[in-house]
């Protein structure tokens, strides 16, 4: 066992007067299952970067071991699998590979095929197969669940709980749960760290946030009450002093002494009531710092003339004389929320395009409603850039309504200013989430909508599809969004 040791740590990029970091300190066990949290763009793959000595900053953070991150940046993907294990670990032995592997479920004949003819899910595998035989090194995992299936999700968090001594992003809550041991979160103004997995630190998250708000709610009226008291006070201290040159109803002579010390007593009382009340002020600023707002998001959807959609009759689907999706049927009807399940590569995408209108070569029969209007967001982030204005612009979204959910969806005002292309992965599948809402469309066609998004955002959206409940398919690997929300699964 050792420690890392993180000691008022301070950074921001160059050019920017925001800090991701400010003056933080913690202390990690390199024994620990750790499992990394926080909402897009606080700063997680940057501290993974600082790890690792890519930035300068302030402070200091001492380590006895060497860092290694997930995922391995592989040149010529052309190459042999096998060769690809070389370049990364160059002195491994055979049978360590074969024994990760194993766990992994992957067979041995992927070493000798061309890396980039294995599946994403393959791919993945094979690299922390790698990432594993370095031995005395602290693993960095930098969301290693995006493009897995939910079965491969399984296989991969069973590997990583039988390992230790690994930093994990993710933000599949069930995959956290079943592989890490304690929970390092970036909140708004801290980082903290607890034991338990991912469900323990939410309860006990919801727990502190409950409180604080209840707290909040009750210093609120303690704040007015005193305010008033103390203006009622500082009002008749007030009056009192103006009789110190009138005089008695019965027309006697004023008490000056009398009244003076009447003003100054009740004068006295005021200044305690506004103590009290700057008490009550100062422990409210301590409250709800770290409570993660989550605003309810809308969409209105169209109504369309027919209950019936769309249809998939007995389709199959090709690639090249490579059958990927046979004999296919199933309707989507107003109101369904249709999640497409199956294993990396059998056709889910696919399918949607062949829905949205692309040429894919397929036998069988799809219906389609006449004048049906899709909204339909990619896997694919890779093509935005530009600023968010011209991008609500080019494709005909209210500017206005576009960058209010993604204010609900955690953006920052300053980042509204920036080039797309800066923006962390979960930011731009957000850009392309509040584009999706603000089209008017009968039907939304969602392909891995949840990769890199957080956690919050995820039970925002979960809200959002709940509430509103309109006719969606989607294809999503997190099998806790895919529980909550699915009326209907087709399994390919």
């Not at 399918?351 to 692309?358: A, F, P, V, Y």
Request: hydrophobic share 35%.
């Amino acid at each position: 066992m050792s420690l890392i040791n993180v000691t008022n740590l301070t950074f921001a990029y160059d050019g920017s007067y925001d800090n991701i970091f400010e003056d933080v300190s913690f202390q990690l066990d390199t024994d620990w299952k750790l499992g990394f949290t926080g909402r897009n763009g606080r700063g997680k793959t940057t501290f993974l970067n600082l790890l690792q000595g890519k930035y300068e900053f302030q402070g200091t953070i001492s380590a006895n071991v060497s860092f290694e991150y997930f995922p391995f940046q592989i040149e010529d993907r052309a190459k042999l699998t096998e060769h690809i294990v070389s370049d990364i670990v160059p002195d491994y032995l055979h049978w360590m590979l074969m024994r990760e592997l194993s766990l992994l479920k992957v067979s041995e004949d992927v070493l000798y095929r061309p890396f980039d003819s294995l599946s994403n899910g393959e791919q993945t595998k094979v690299m922390l197969a790698a990432l594993f035989l370095k031995e005395n090194s602290f693993l960095l995992i930098d969301e290693p669940t995006n493009h897995l299936d939910i079965h491969a999700r399984k296989i991969v968090s069973q590997y990583l709980n039988s390992k230790s001594g690994f930093i994990l992003v993710s933000h599949d809550r069930a995959f956290l749960d079943r592989c890490v041991d304690h929970i390092l979160s970036i909140n708004k103004t801290n980082i903290d760290i607890q034991r338990g997995n991912f469900s323990d630190w939410w309860e006990n998250k919801q727990r502190q946030d409950n409180y604080e708000l209840a707290e909040n709610e009750k210093l609120k009226k303690d704040v007015k009450r005193l305010s008033e008291a103390a203006k009622r006070t500082s009002n008749w201290s007030d009056e009192v002093e103006k009789t110190k040159n009138g005089t008695r109803n019965s027309g006697s002579k004023v008490d000056k002494g009398y009244v003076g010390h009447k003003a100054a007593k009740m004068m006295k009382r005021s200044k305690s009531i506004e103590q009290r009340q700057q008490s009550a002020i100062d422990e409210k600023s301590q409250l709800l710092r770290n409570v993660e707002k989550a605003d309810q998001l809308k969409i209105k959807q169209l109504p369309y003339h027919n209950r019936l959609l769309a249809e998939f009759d007995h389709v199959s689907i090709y690639y090249g004389e490579k059958k990927v999706t046979s004999d296919l049927t199933f309707t989507i009807e107003q109101g369904e929320r249709i999640a497409l399940s199956g294993q990396n590569g059998s056709g889910k995408s696919s399918i949607i395009k062949l829905l949205c209108g692309e040429d894919i070569p397929h036998t069988g029969t799809l219906r389609k409603g006449s004048q049906l209007k899709i909204s339909y967001v990619s896997q694919d982030t890779s093509h935005l850039q530009g600023n968010l204005t011209d991008y609500a612009r080019a494709h005909g979204i209210d500017e206005s309504l576009f960058k209010s959910i993604l204010r609900k969806l955690d953006f920052a005002r300053v980042q509204f200013e920036k080039d797309i292309a800066s923006f962390s992965g979960g930011q731009k599948k957000k850009v392309l989430l509040a584009k999706s809402l603000c089209e008017s469309a009968h039907l939304h066609i969602w392909d891995e909508p949840l990769n890199f998004i957080d956690v919050i955002s995820r039970m925002q959206i979960e809200e959002l599809l709940l509430e509103y409940a309109p006719t969606i398919l989607f294809v999503e690997h997190d099998s806790e969004f895919c529980k909550n929300i699915a009326t209907k699964v087709v399994n390919l």
